[in-house]
């Protein structure tokens, strides 16, 4: 079960380098999410980059303690990750069952890495493991279901925005430029329309970004490569000393 792990973590989740498979939308996403500001409005995002980084460095317990953070806010790969972790026992005792509930709830939005995993598991699990999952998952899915977890993002997303079109002037024509920071501390500049585009702050469009990335499968959208600069998406770094944070 170690491959999902590897194409998961080792690829960085959705935030993987650059390739000519992705679309602008999501490449300028994937450095949308290593940004400070971006991720105070994206739980799911923060806490799936913390989580990442703990996990690298074999903080196996901390990491899961953040995945679970991110799947609150209807994080899928999270999700998919705390399967792994619990199916491995790494970072807490293995429990099957468990790990068979979250890797359930990351395969609901049918995607297709996690929909294979999730048979995988439910083939290995015996007859009262398979009766005590039915019955965990249906808490799991309470808690952590797309139906209670989508809202608690959306919340967020829309906060962020409001906070953008509210203290900004120029946004709505788009004369805003926003200057970010990465959570290393370097500096980009970004056109408004650009940053506060819909795919990454209307909660229908949000989703529909994420289904996009979500719905090709892991293996090809993993490069354990030294990381590559993003070009041509529109940001570039921050020269004026006097920018602030946005």
Excluded: C, N
Aim: aromatic residues 12%; hydrophobic residues 35%.
């Amino acid at each position: 079960m170690l491959a999902l792990t590897a194409a998961l973590v080792l690829g960085g989740l959705a935030a993987s380098p650059a390739h000519a498979g992705k679309s602008v939308e999501e490449r300028r996403f994937d450095l949308f999410s290593s940004l400070g500001s971006f991720q105070t409005y994206h739980p799911d995002v923060r806490y799936r980059e913390q989580a990442m980084k703990l996990y690298r460095e074999g903080r196996y317990e901390e990491a899961l303690r953040r995945f679970e953070r991110a799947a609150r806010y209807a994080d899928k790969p999270s999700q998919a990750m705390l399967a792994e972790m619990y199916w491995q026992g790494r970072g807490a005792p293995a429990d099957r069952v468990l790990a068979y509930a979250w890797m359930d709830l990351s395969a609901e939005r049918d995607y297709p890495d996690f929909v294979r995993f999730r048979e995988r598991y439910w083939e290995q699990l015996d007859a009262d493991e398979r009766a005590q999952a039915r019955i965990r998952g249906q808490a799991m899915l309470d808690e952590y279901g797309d139906a209670v977890a989508r809202p608690r993002l959306e919340a967020w997303l829309r906060r962020g925005l409001t906070s953008a079109t509210g203290s900004r002037t120029g946004y709505v024509s788009g004369a805003l430029q926003v200057t970010a920071y990465s959570t290393s501390g370097e500096a980009y500049s970004f056109h408004g329309h650009e940053y506060y585009a819909d795919s990454y702050w209307k909660p229908r469009e949000y989703w529909r970004l994420q289904d996009e990335i979500w719905r090709a499968p892991v293996r090809e959208r993993v490069d354990v490569g030294a990381p590559e600069t993003v070009r041509g998406i529109g940001p570039e770094p921050a020269t004026d000393a006097g920018d602030a944070k946005p």
